[in-house]
């Protein structure tokens, strides 16, 4: 008899010639027909879907038995499983609808970046990196835009939340245009100095 580190050779024992089949015994098994014939792929990314369509599958896959709340309108208008928003809010929002739900993993100054930015329409700069860390490029909207730049004035001191939530308000209010605010925070920040300050020349005195 051989060792037990002896190296094997040959085939696999199993060949697994053919797929598994959740429930191949029950032949009247129609919830399986049923979630077979669903459309998985809309409001979410690659990833996402091959997770939902792993769960399919091999059987785990668990279809709502009644709508769920939407994390965004607050209203019983989710009709597929493992997503947080209805595809109305998906869409105005940009934001992939089995996503939502990773806000509450952040910490508390990221998420209330990513609120303050889901207010004005954006797509949070924190939960993108995530998104695109774990699943690669997404199709959500370039961070380049007036909330990205609040963001790192709020990340380097430059600014405050209280006044980052205050322009946004005034963004969103109509007071103030995001071309102003963007053209005022982009100078203050290549200076590294808060808005009304004064600019410093870095080249040294002559004198």
């Keep these: ?78 009709h597929q499983a493992y997503h947080q928003l209805c595809p109305p809010c998906a869409g105005s929002r940009r934001a992939h609808a089995s ?20 207010a004005v329409g954006a797509v949070p700069v924190s939960l993108t990196a995530r998104i695109e860390r774990s699943h690669g490029p997404t199709a959500v909207a370039d961070a380049g835009d007036v909330t990205a730049l609040l963001d790192a004035a709020v990340r380097r001191a430059l600014l405050s939340e209280a006044e980052a939530d205050r322009l946004t308000d005034a963004i969103a209010s109509g007071a103030r245009s995001e071309e102003e605010v963007a053209a005022e925070w982009e100078w203050a920040a290549r200076l590294a100095l808060p808005t009304g300050g004064a600019a410093v020349d870095p080249r040294p005195s002559s004198e």
């Design 1 to 78: 008899m051989p060792g037990t580190n002896a190296r094997r050779s040959g085939p696999p024992k199993h060949q697994n010639s053919f797929a598994w089949v959740p429930a191949s015994a029950d032949k009247h098994n129609t919830l399986q027909d049923k979630v077979g014939k669903l459309d998985l792929r809309g409001g979410v990314c690659a990833k996402c879907y091959e997770v939902i369509e792993w769960k399919r599958r091999y059987g785990k896959y668990k279809p709502l038995k009644q709508p769920a709340k939407c994390l965004g309108c607050n209203q019983k208008a989710v």
């Design 99 to 118: 996503l939502e739900s990773r806000l509450g993993a952040l910490p508390e100054r990221q998420r209330r970046t990513a609120q303050r930015q889901l």
